[in-house]
């Protein structure tokens, strides 16, 4: 199997670190090659985030360059349509409607881009764009978003809920399990 | 068994399985989680030291002592510890030593982009770079059998993309290491003498570690189908055979130094089209064309920033995907003091009385971002007291009643002190702002000196800033709260005007530490809010204009408001209601 190419997009802070690690550990145990790439530090703190997921037989590079990505998980819309670029031409997008304003948009240095789902469409990428952030405080706690975006990235891979489960019980603390699960749930059945 | 490991974390198995008992780093992104990990394993003993020269001289001790040693340390803190470095390869090791440094090309988080193989050679110790997790683990375990047999400490080089990826990693048995220390004063008292002696013997060590990479698995030739070679090492190797999988020559170094010049020979022998594709400067290529070797290396690849995929194939003359386009400007999301930050009342602070900010390496240079674009130099660490010295020095008594250096704590107990101690013994009348947020913030969180507790968050010895810098002479010291800018700004005026060195301790804890806690969120009576955006100025995440019923108002955003109260400050109308900076309701 060619490696295929998952990017997690969003904005330091969102939780995407547990979304690649659950994401790691349902690959590798599924026997995947699989590499996660990740950058700390100054980053970190309220800046773009993006996590770079892939697997296959054998995985060479840990990044995932432009045009390579046959998926793009966003936190945040902005951030989805930053990375954009990344995507294969029949690459899909899944993303939280959550917009969260960078620094120049505060300032009043620049504007907030609107109708960013459409303009994404029309620019040819799959856009499977929902609102994470409700759907994680009905499971429990607004920190959910990332099992909602979890939930609603399996519809489009292969692997079962069984195995889904097994992997989130490998990273998820167990007090928060029913809780991550819930979220799980909610986004895959919006 | 297979699990999916950081570099740095793989690199920490690697210390544990090797024997290590002793670790001592300073933190320092892409390097801080080996150090982190390592502290995990109970048979080895970590700390984290002042600064990295610290450091690598606590490890030359511990090898000294008879047991295997390391320290970690970014790109730019093996200049810190340079000093050592280049002695120790003359005196070589007892135990084994091993030194870790991650460089950051990209710059993710690094003040420059230098190349750590210019150390390796200059002090001419070996050093190996792995190219993922298995490597880092492997790898880490040879380099301290390379360092016993060679008697020599070994580098071992990372990089941001080895040490935050995760791969597929088997881990093994920790084997313990032990030996006798022996006095031997010509080998380990570099005086002239000595050191004459030891020269010759560093000479021929690298001739047989030439010899040794000649024969050693680090470097091995992966054969291809068509006539092209590529030298590489590291993450590029991953690119490299990300774009060509099998179908070219590749040798792959990981000893990267010394070079095996023989087997770089018959490698080159193998192919009709030679390429070296390593990232920022060109150590193999300048090796390689100095044996007689043409090889295209930085004519096709840049020498700035890090390479990817589809860098490397279009320079190698394959095609790169096409990706989809985003036919408008997105706003940039450059990183951000966060919510609550103690940083940003000072910062505003010293913008408003137009104060001319020396800075220093942390979280508080993006005091120096919009907008409140309050710092005007930054080098390296501890360079804001050395460089506001030298700035007062030549401008005088105008600049001192308006200048100021702005340090961490972690920062000045790094190398800010030594600055300090110029300021006292060659006499400025410098006013130094110590921001004291009680932890190394910008690594992620680890303790320093001053904060009282040690790696394993145990309670540890406690440097009292302000006796420090009273012990060195300095009789005006104040200690202020960042969330409290009418104290701010009184104290910063009245230390500014005065004609005598001052120090200003600036404390708050950092708003993420754990045991920080907030105040409710605040929120924006609307009604009174005359959209004046005076609360705009602080850059604060949580605050942003809203319109509602076609009027313009400030808004918290509640999810990220820690109830810090620096915005009710800066407010006419006192539209901000909620807990303030004190504790107290706010009206």
Redesign the interface.
Known sequence: MSTKNIMIVGVGGQGSLLASKLLGQLLLKNGYDVKVSEVHGMSQRGGSVVTYVRYGDKVYSPIIDKGEADVIVSFELLEAARYMEYLKPEGRIVTNTQTIDPMPVITGAASYPENLVEKMQSAGAQVDAMDCLSLAVEAGSPKAVNMVLMGRLSKYFEFTDAQWEEAMQAVVPAKFLEMNKKAFALGKQQ | M???MLGNKAVARGLYEAGVCFVSSYPG??S??ITEEAVKYDDIYCEWAPNEKVAMESAFGASLAGKRSFCAQKHVGLNVAADPLYTMSYTGVNAGMVIGVADDAGM??SQNEQDSRHHAIAAKVPMLEPS?SAEALEYTKIAYEISEEFDTPVLLKMC???A?????TETGNRVEHDKPYEKTISKYVMTPANAKKRHPFVEERTKKLIAYAEKSPLNRIEKGSRPIGVITSS?SY??V??VFGDDIYVLKLGMVNPLPDQLIRDFAAMVEKLYVVEELDPIFENHIKALGISVIGKDALPMIDEF????VAEALGEK???????????????????SGCPHRGLFYTLKKLGCTVLGDIG?YT?GA???LGAMEMTLCMGASIGATHGFNKMRGAESEHKTVAVIGDSTFMHSGMTGLANVAYNQTNSTVIILDNSITG???HQQNPTTGYNIKGDPAGKINLEALVRAMGFERVSVIDPYNLTQCEETIKQELAADAPSIIISRRPCALLKYVKHNPPLSVDINKCIGC?SC?RI???S???KTTAGKTHASVDA?QCVGCGVCTGLCPVGAFSGVDAKGGENK
Do not use: W
Not at chain 2, 164 to 168: A, E, G
Not at chain 2, 308 to 311: F, I, V, Y
Not at chain 2, 324 to 335: D, G, H, K, S, T
């Open positions: 297979k699990q999916l992104t892409p801080t989680e993710h988080s993922d941001t993309r080895v935050h990826s995760q791969s597929v993450t991953q690119y055979k990300e990817s995929q589809n860098l790169a995907p096409e990706g989809l386009a985003f036919n408008e400007e997105i706003p940039v999301r450059p990183p951000i003091m966060c979280c993006l971002a919009p907008p910008m690594t992620g955006k705009m850059g604060c995440p605050i942003s204009m999810t």
